[in-house]
Nanobody, 116 residues
Framework: QVQFVESGGGLVQPGGSLRLSCTTS????????MSWYRQAPGKERELVAS????????NYADSMKGRFTISRDNAKSTLYLQMNSLEPEDTAVYYC?????????WGQGTQVTVSS
């Protein structure tokens, strides 16, 4: 059974940092590229960042470049998102995801709230 469990969200002040984790099971994590998406209230889900199976190539949405870093630990089957210089506009539920055999899988998400 494929499972993704996100954690690490919370309430943080503007300019602060958070590190999200996505612990996975049920598939060969090291064989698949992974992504983080987010969904803010009233908005569509959007891509935050993606990483290849080996971690050698990463991509970011323009608004996250220079502030967010995606990484992975294949030995632990875990995906990470380091978020720095957080802004109120970063408030959203953050999800990890990948596509396995043509089907996209999502975790339950972790809430990030940036507010003073």
């Amino acid at each position: 059974q494929v499972q993704f469990v996100e954690s690490g969200g919370g309430l943080v002040q503007p300019g602060g940092s958070l590190r999200l984790s996505c612990t996975t099971s049920g598939f060969t994590f090291s064989s698949y590229g992974m992504s983080w998406y987010r969904q803010a209230p009233g908005k569509e889900r959007e891509l935050v960042a993606s990483i290849t199976s080996t971690g050698g190539v990463t991509n970011y949405a323009d608004s996250m470049k220079g502030r967010f870093t995606i990484s992975r630990d294949n030995a632990k089957s875990t995906l990470y998102l380091q978020m720095n210089s957080l802004e109120p506009e970063d408030t959203a539920v953050y999800y990890c995801t990948t596509v396995l055999l043509g089907k996209r899988y999502w975790g339950q998400g972790t809430q990030v709230t940036v507010s003073s």
